[in-house]
Nanobody, 125 residues
Framework: VQLQASGGGLVQPGDSLRLSCVAS????????IGWFRQAPGKERERVSC????????DYADSVKGRFTISRDNAKNTAYLQMNSLKPEDTAVYYC???????????????????WGQGTQVTVSS
């Protein structure tokens, strides 16, 4: 499966963005989807994920209540709605997919094998 992330940009604190992750080459059905981000000088971290079998989702503490992950299997697309953006959300955001046996909250970055290219999100006044 090939993934393409888009929707990043330069926004002000408090603004919103919606990232999209479009899959090609295979259906997303059966794949967990994760959104990750990497800021300069920092390790890549998981922001959110959504499981395939039960649709359960998980969020990093830093984005809980502000970000929402969703998926539309019919459109082969996953989304990350980001509200109330903060300067510390500035990073390159990546989407990833993997067939996971358990809910996605139990898996880390290294367990995802299918990655899209990143999309830059910059939050600055």
């Amino acid at each position: 499966v090939q993934l393409q992330a888009s929707g990043g940009g330069l926004v002000q604190p408090g603004d919103s963005l919606r990232l999209s992750c479009v899959a090609s080459g295979s259906t997303l059905y059966g794949y967990a989807i994760g959104w990750f981000r990497q800021a300069p000088g920092k390790e890549r971290e998981r922001v959110s994920c959504i499981s395939s079998h039960d649709g359960s989702s998980d969020y990093a503490d830093s984005v809980k209540g502000r970000f929402t992950i969703s998926r539309d299997n019919a459109k082969n697309t996953a989304y990350l709605q980001m509200n109330s953006l903060k300067p510390e959300d500035t990073a390159v955001y990546y989407c990833a997919a993997e067939r996971l046996a358990l809910s996605c909250q139990y898996y880390s970055t290294k367990e995802y094998n299918y990655w899209g290219q990143g999309t830059q999100v910059t939050v600055s006044s």
